[in-house]
């Protein structure tokens, strides 16, 4: 998750993940689509809108596509 964060949003390698993505790195609201898109396409999952505007962190963002991978959405 952390190569697909500096892939398509352009983050340094040693980004802290416990940073928000938005407000503290800085990731622009073009690229956070660019990463949903990104992330439905690899991992074969659907994310809701909500979830992915709460997965502000390295964390949250990794819980969040392997909770619904689990869930098969």
Sequence with gaps: MR???VEVC???PDFDSTA???FTL???SVKAMLLL???EERFGVQVPDEQFVEAVTLKK????VEGLQCTGA
């Design 3 to 5: 190569q697909i964060l």
């Design 37 to 39: 898109m990104v992330l």
């Design 10 to 12: 352009g983050l340094p």
């Design 20 to 22: 928000h993505l938005y």
């Design 26 to 28: 800085g990731v622009p």
């Design 61 to 64: 963002l990794t819980a969040m």
